[in-house]
């Protein structure tokens, strides 16, 4: 499809368990965003790419958090020792460049029991 | 800091009662206030851009407005199928001019 794809929809992880999540963006965006979303909230912001570059780090809640697009195309949310307040939707987005639009994929469920 | 309210927190209407969304915002300057619709599940779907104040979008049912202090979200005679939940987010035009600040939502349910 066009859209933003994101895989895996679900994951349920064990509690110090690593996990990865990847995003596809809309083919040509030069902006990849990741959000996070609790039950029941709005999303939040966790990262910001200007293709490879990583410009804007500043959600990330831990350092156990680490995200990566090395070739300015596929986005990789990393989450290491996954605790459970890591339990949430993981959004990505993107974004043409000059365009004012930001454009969501369906979501990353992370559930850590 | 850019905030973002959204009231009510839920809202339940019969089929072809229109009503109003609201979000209230803080910005030190605007670049864009943004509507989406999240079904249960998916991703936000972009709606509307509005970027000054008296600006109007419409679309189907929904038509969103703007003043410099919030915006409204004008449901005309609903249908089951807008329920969702509607979210409200800014962007302003300093430094981080690139993220999105949203508010919880409204949780939308019409009943036919």
């Known amino acids: 499809g066009a859209g933003v794809s994101q895989s895996p929809r679900y994951k349920v992880a064990k509690r110090g368990q690593d996990v990865a999540l990847r995003c596809d963006p809309i083919s040509g965006h030069v902006s990849l965003f990741w959000y996070q979303q609790a039950l029941g909230q709005g999303p939040e912001f966790l990262t910001y790419f200007q293709n490879e570059a990583q410009l804007d780090k500043s959600g990330l809640p831990s350092d156990r958090f680490f995200a990566e697009r090395p070739e300015g195309s596929v986005s990789t949310l990393k989450i290491q020792r996954t605790q459970q307040e890591d339990s949430a939707v993981y959004l990505c987005?993107?974004?043409?460049?000059?365009?004012?639009?930001?454009?969501f994929g369906e979501g990353s469920w992370l559930t850590v029991v | 800091e850019d905030q973002v309210t959204q009231s009510p927190e839920a809202l339940r209407l019969q089929e072809g009662e229109s009503s109003s969304l609201n979000c209230s915002y803080t910005v030190s300057g605007l670049r864009g206030l943004f509507w989406y619709r999240q079904d249960p599940g998916k991703g936000p779907e972009f709606l509307f851009t509005l970027y000054s104040a008296g600006e109007e979008k419409e679309k189907e049912r929904l038509k969103a407005t703007l003043t410099k202090k919030e915006s409204f979200l004008h449901i005309t005679a609903p249908k089951p199928e807008d329920s969702a939940t509607y979210l409200c987010a800014v962007r302003d035009s300093g430094g981080s001019n690139y993220k999105l600040t949203f508010g919880k939502g409204t949780l939308l349910t019409v009943n036919p």
């Open positions: 987005a993107s974004s043409p460049i000059g365009v004012n639009t930001i454009y």
